[in-house]
């Protein structure tokens, strides 16, 4: 298990290395730009993974997380309402946006499997996603613009001054986090069946209320900086499960670990490749979606 733990560690270091070293030019002014990069690619990543990871156990399914549930969806359509409007509430717009989805959901597995869940969220993420790119239009916002919203980008912060604010969202998101990490034995024990749960102590119902609502609110924050980014929660989760990390507290906490190192890692790749601000939500999902259909198809 501690190899596992080491290799997690490892595949951080060498993905936050390659973020701010891999490119055609090195400068301080560059690596300061690669930096805030790395804090904001971070910061969404280890929400993303660990979010993920935490709705999978909540509703026993390997396939979910914000992105196949639709939060991002009802989130980037708040931020498209927010413009369309032409109010700067972007981020109040993205968490009311991703609220909406998480009661639809919550409201969904009340009456209907909750192996049919993520089904029904990549249908309510389409058609948030459509919304937001039809008011995104009537906004007149730039084709670039809506472009990476929907497809995600770390290129929001550029200058020094827009520092102390990106530390604060690292600060706030890794909060929710060590929050979502605390429920830990209650998303266990729910992952065992609601008669199960039940007699460890733990209300189901509670937890699923909670967790949903914890992970809407920071999908939504990242969201609202960084764009939809799919599949981290899935990858990072299946990455875990493989070296044998399944349950409590670090699973979590990991899978944070992990879903920070893809999207790092795929901003680096795609800054190599392309030389240009890398849409990272296309490169996640050129990875995740095989990965998808492996696990919808092996049922693990």
């Known amino acids: ?6 290799f997690v560690l490892g595949f951080f270091v060498i993905s936050a290395v390659l973020e701010i070293l891999a490119g055609r030019v090195v400068s301080r002014p560059i690596i300061f730009l690669r930096i805030l990069r790395l804090t904001l690619g971070i910061t ?14 909540i509703y026993n399914n390997p396939l979910a997380d914000g992105y196949i549930l639709g939060i991002s969806g009802g989130a980037v359509l708040g931020v498209a309402l927010s413009e369309f409007l032409n109010v700067s509430f972007d981020v109040v717009a993205a968490l009311v946006g991703a609220l909406v989805v998480g009661v639809v959901v919550i409201w969904t597995t009340r009456r209907v499997a909750r192996t049919l869940v993520p ?28 472009f990476y919203a929907l497809w995600g980008t770390l290129g929001r912060f550029y200058e020094y001054s827009e520092l102390p604010f990106l530390l604060l969202l690292s600060a706030v998101s890794m909060v929710g986090i060590l929050l979502l990490s605390k429920y830990h034995r209650h998303m266990d024990a729910v ?40 599949f981290v929660g899935i990858m990072s989760a299946h990455i875990l499960r493989g070296l044998g990390i399944r349950e409590g507290r670090n699973f979590y906490l990991a899978s944070g670990v992990v879903g920070a190192s893809l999207v790092i890692l795929s901003d680096a790749t795609g800054r190599l490749i392309l ?26």
């Open 191 to 230: 992952s065992l069946g609601e008669l199960e749960s039940l007699a460890l102590g733990y209300d189901p119902k509670s937890t699923v209320f909670n967790i949903t609502l914890i992970s809407s609110l920071l999908v939504a924050l990242v969201t609202a900086f960084v764009g939809v980014i799919g």
């Open 119 to 146: 089904v029904i969220g990549i249908g309510i993420g389409m058609f948030f996603s459509s919304l937001a790119v039809l008011l995104f239009m009537m906004a007149g916002v730039e084709a670039s613009r809506t």
């Open 1 to 6: 298990m501690r190899k596992a733990y080491w």
């Open 275 to 300: 030389g240009i601000d890398p849409p990272i939500g296309i490169i996640m999902s050129i990875l995740g979606a095989p990965l998808f259909v492996y696990i919808s198809r092996s049922g693990s």
């Open 44 to 57: 969404a990543g280890a929400v993303l993974g660990s979010t993920g990871a935490a709705l999978q156990r």
